[in-house]
């Protein structure tokens, strides 16, 4: 074999060794796109995770400062009662409850 045969060979031999390369690369390539696009996953759950319980947090603030204020509102209408023994004035008849005027 002449000595541009060899040489040929060599240049058919590093192309195939350049394309193997390029071919890993690019199987590389897509596999980390499959994990990126598996991460961008799991962080927009995470997201709207994130944003359904600071719905859930203000719906609760809600709820509670509802309950406080209702709350106020009947002790407040409690103070007009006094409790008694039974043996006290004007005591009804349900366990020594009485109107205080």
Same mark, same amino acid.
Do not use: C, F, H, P
């Given at each position: 074999?002449?000595?541009?045969?060899? &040489? %040929?060979?060599?240049?058919?031999?590093?192309?195939?060794?350049?394309?193997?390369?390029?071919?890993? %690369?690019?199987?590389?390539?897509?596999?980390?796109?499959?994990?990126?696009?598996?991460?961008?996953?799991?962080?927009?759950?995470?997201?709207?995770?994130?944003?359904?319980?600071?719905?859930?947090?203000?719906?609760?603030?809600?709820?509670?400062?509802?309950?406080?204020?209702?709350?106020?509102?009947?002790?407040?209408? %409690?103070?007009?009662?006094?409790?008694?023994?039974?043996?006290?004035?004007? &005591?009804?008849?349900?366990?020594?409850?009485?109107?205080?005027?």
């Amino acid at each position: 074999m002449s000595e541009s045969g060899q &040489t %040929l060979e060599r240049i058919v031999g590093s192309v195939k060794k350049v394309s193997d390369i390029i071919a890993e %690369l690019a199987a590389g390539s897509r596999e980390q796109l499959s994990g990126i696009e598996l991460v961008n996953r799991a962080v927009t759950q995470l997201d709207q995770m994130t944003q359904q319980n600071a719905a859930l947090v203000e719906e609760a603030s809600a709820a509670s400062k509802s309950m406080a204020s209702r709350s106020q509102q009947m002790s407040g209408m %409690l103070e007009r009662y006094q409790l008694g023994n039974g043996e006290q004035g004007d &005591t009804s008849s349900r366990g020594g409850v009485r109107r205080v005027a």
